[in-house]
């Protein structure tokens, strides 16, 4: 076992509840800006939304399993990039595509489906990259984890939230409008503060092993951000959907990650390590290309042809 798997993080069972109890809020407080007309805005552009949810569930994860290969990094935090490449888009993209200027409803369309899609996506992902790389199948066989076990705890944590908060929007509109915007506020800005406080309470054993981590996430993360534009362009959707889908494939939902890793990991601080990582850089990486493309209205398809036909 290497070091950085002897590592155990201050996570208690009762800061592991508080830990579910927060996702489920913030799923909550997303799902309450969801309609069912936000899946028909959807269908409107059916190539953002297929490649969002291909890229996300499919690609992200086949292309994480390739970076191993590469890379090789040590097998705990190889099993870490496999977990959060199988997670769903992460809430705060939303809120990064409407300040890039992106499509929003795009966005909240993918996240939506994509959250619905990892009840099954995310252990079958697990399970199968993980046990198909050599690197990471030794030790899935040392935990044995069961995909049926971890779909019910995606469930509970995701699932019911967001059925819970589209009912309450769908039930008092006036309601869930008064109370949407704070309440996403409030519940991204406790799980923020819930991440940097487990960092702050694992700060040494954090400190002392940051730099297996810092260069491999950095990487993780601008490949999927890069590929999710890449993509986009490269089937010809308008800049705005571009926007949505590079946030939507490069934000990543690290709770969960976190929450399934103290479920079903316990033994590996290595996973732990590489995804209390990713939930604080790709927060630091989505909030500064968010402020570039800022300041940088998106080009229309008209103002495209217009400028095409100058040249």
């Known amino acids: 076992m290497a070091p950085i798997d002897e590592v155990r993080l201050s996570f208690d069972p009762h800061t592991l509840r508080l830990l579910n109890a927060v996702l489920g809020l913030v799923m909550f407080g997303v799902a309450l800006e969801l309609k069912v007309a936000d899946f028909r805005t959807a269908l409107k552009t059916p190539k953002g939304l297929a490649l969002g949810l291909i890229g996300h569930h499919l690609l992200f994860p086949a292309m994480t399993y390739v970076l191993i290969s590469i890379i090789n990094p040590l097998p705990s935090i190889a099993l870490g990039m496999i977990l959060v490449s199988s997670c769903p888009a992460g809430h705060i993209s939303n809120f990064l595509v409407h300040y890039a200027r992106g499509n929003t409803a795009l966005s909240v369309s993918v996240s939506a489906l994509s959250t619905l899609a990892a009840l099954v996506m995310t252990p079958l992902n697990l399970a199968f990259w993980g046990h198909l790389h050599p690197v990471t199948a030794g030790l899935m066989k040392q935990v044995a984890m069961n995909p049926w076990e971890m ?54 054993p954090f400190l002392q092993f940051v730099h297996l981590v810092l260069l491999v996430v950095f990487v993780h993360n601008l490949l999927a951000l890069v590929s999710g534009y890449g993509l986009a362009a490269a089937i010809g959707l308008p800049e705005r959907d571009r926007r949505a ?67």
């Open 151 to 204: 779909l019910e705890v995606i469930v509970l944590l995701l699932g019911v939230p967001l059925v819970a908060g589209i009912a309450v929007a769908r039930r008092w509109p006036s309601f869930a409008h008064a109370i949407q915007k704070p309440m996403q506020a409030f519940s991204l800005l406790v799980l923020v503060g819930f991440i940097g406080g487990a960092l702050a309470a694992n700060f040494k």
């Open 245 to 311: 889908i590079t946030f939507e494939m490069g934000i990543q939902n690290s709770g969960l990650g976190l929450i399934l890793i103290f479920n079903f990991f316990s033994d590996l601080g290595g996973m732990a390590v590489v995804t209390a990582w990713w939930g604080v850089w790709h927060i630091v990486a989505g909030m500064t290309l968010a402020s570039l493309w800022r300041r940088r209205p998106p080009q229309t398809a008209a103002e495209g042809l217009v400028a095409g036909a100058a040249e």
